[in-house]
């Protein structure tokens, strides 16, 4: 890849799913997995998806990432459609798969290394490992470090390249609750800082309220958008806070989950 076409990285843009639906097929037999999903999320906002598990979520990050292709509908990041992957558009897991043989530095480097512009970039691989909080971890390996080290390695790896958008599938689910608390929290202050586009697949309900302008909560498989909430906290997000709360139990209702104890009465 040119160094040219990573000058298309920056902030965030918008980007457009239109009429998508998607299909794999499993020994020959089609399995429907998105149907019909139009949404758009606007340049610099961060909108979260919840949905049951196996619904099509994580395939709607990687549509969106460029690694497969939709069977119908298309994809748009600004006013590009999207055809496959990109610097601009990074996809972070909830595995932080760091080259177990590289240093934290040398996994940050990844991008700008495979990009030949490793030269040009020393100075913001350093700030993008300041950003997470792992200054003076540069010459760690993986194996020294702890998971929720890990994850803030594999978030700086996506910070370095500047992506426009940042696409991210249950980054903290491996996490113990303290560890995820944190790392929301500065997830949330580098988005406030840099305003990429962020989507983020996530089952934690609060976690979703806390980082997002918007939640969209999926159905079932095939998975269509039944609802979205918007989150307007602006930068109050107390996670104790009344406001959180509520919104909590409305989208803990539309996932069918909020009245569990109720149900289980009943039954
Ligand atoms: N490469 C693939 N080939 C065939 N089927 C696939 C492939 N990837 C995913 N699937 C199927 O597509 C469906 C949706 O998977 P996906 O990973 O998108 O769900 P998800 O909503 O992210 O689930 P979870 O919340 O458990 O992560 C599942 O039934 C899965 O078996
Ligand atoms: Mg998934």
Same mark, same amino acid.
């Given at each position: 890849?040119?160094? *040219?076409?990573?000058?298309?990285?920056? =902030?965030?843009?918008?980007?457009?799913?239109?009429? $998508?639906?998607?299909?794999?097929?499993?020994?020959?037999?089609?399995?429907?997995?998105?149907?019909?999903?139009?949404?758009? $999320?606007?340049?610099?906002?961060? $909108?979260?998806?919840?949905?049951?598990?196996?619904?099509?979520?994580?395939?709607?990050?990687?549509?969106?990432?460029?690694?497969?292709?939709?069977? =119908? #509908?298309?994809?748009?990041? *600004?006013? /590009? =459609?999207?055809?496959?992957?990109?610097?601009?558009?990074?996809?972070?897991?909830?595995?932080?798969?760091?080259?177990?043989?590289?240093?934290?530095?040398?996994?940050?480097?990844?991008?700008?290394?495979?990009?030949?512009?490793?030269?040009?970039? %020393?100075?913001?691989?350093?700030?993008?490992?300041?950003?997470?909080?792992?200054? *003076?971890?540069?010459?760690?390996?993986?194996?020294?470090?702890?998971? *929720?080290?890990?994850?803030?390695?594999?978030?700086?790896?996506?910070?370095?390249?500047?992506?426009?958008?940042?696409?991210?599938?249950?980054?903290?689910?491996?996490?113990?609750?303290?560890?995820?608390?944190? +790392?929301?929290?500065?997830?949330?202050?580098?988005?406030?800082?840099?305003?990429?586009? #962020?989507?983020?697949?996530?089952?934690?309900?609060?976690? /979703?309220? +806390?980082?997002?302008?918007?939640?969209?909560?999926?159905?079932? =498989?095939?998975?269509?958008?039944?609802?979205?909430?918007?989150?307007?906290?602006?930068?109050? %997000?107390?996670?104790?806070?009344?406001? $959180?709360?509520?919104? %909590?139990?409305?989208?803990?209702?539309?996932?069918? +989950?909020?009245?569990?104890?109720?149900?289980?009465?009943?039954?």
């Amino acid at each position: 890849m040119t160094a *040219g076409a990573h000058t298309e990285t920056g =902030r965030g843009v918008a980007v457009d799913v239109q009429s $998508v639906s998607h299909a794999y097929s499993i020994e020959g037999a089609p399995l429907p997995v998105l149907d019909n999903i139009s949404l758009r $999320v606007e340049p610099g906002e961060f $909108v979260s998806c919840l949905g049951p598990s196996g619904c099509g979520k994580s395939t709607l990050l990687r549509l969106l990432a460029g690694l497969e292709t939709p069977s =119908r #509908g298309s994809l748009l990041s *600004g006013s /590009a =459609r999207i055809t496959g992957p990109h610097p601009s558009r990074i996809l972070a897991f909830q595995d932080a798969t760091l080259f177990p043989w590289a240093t934290v530095w040398q996994n940050v480097a990844a991008g700008p290394t495979a990009r030949n512009e490793l030269r040009g970039s %020393r100075q913001r691989i350093d700030e993008a490992i300041a950003q997470v909080g792992l200054s *003076g971890f540069e010459r760690a390996y993986p194996h020294q470090l702890s998971g *929720g080290m890990a994850q803030r390695a594999a978030l700086a790896r996506a910070l370095v390249n500047d992506p426009s958008v940042l696409l991210l599938d249950e980054p903290f689910g491996k996490l113990d609750s303290f560890t995820r608390m944190a +790392l929301q929290d500065d997830l949330r202050a580098l988005w406030e800082e840099k305003r990429f586009t #962020g989507i983020l697949v996530t089952h934690d309900v609060e976690e /979703a309220i +806390l980082l997002s302008e918007r939640v969209l909560v999926f159905s079932d =498989r095939p998975a269509r958008l039944l609802r979205e909430f918007r989150i307007d906290l602006g930068n109050d %997000r107390e996670r104790t806070s009344r406001k $959180v709360v509520k919104l %909590r139990g409305e989208i803990l209702s539309a996932l069918n +989950l909020g009245h569990r104890g109720k149900k289980r009465e009943a039954a």
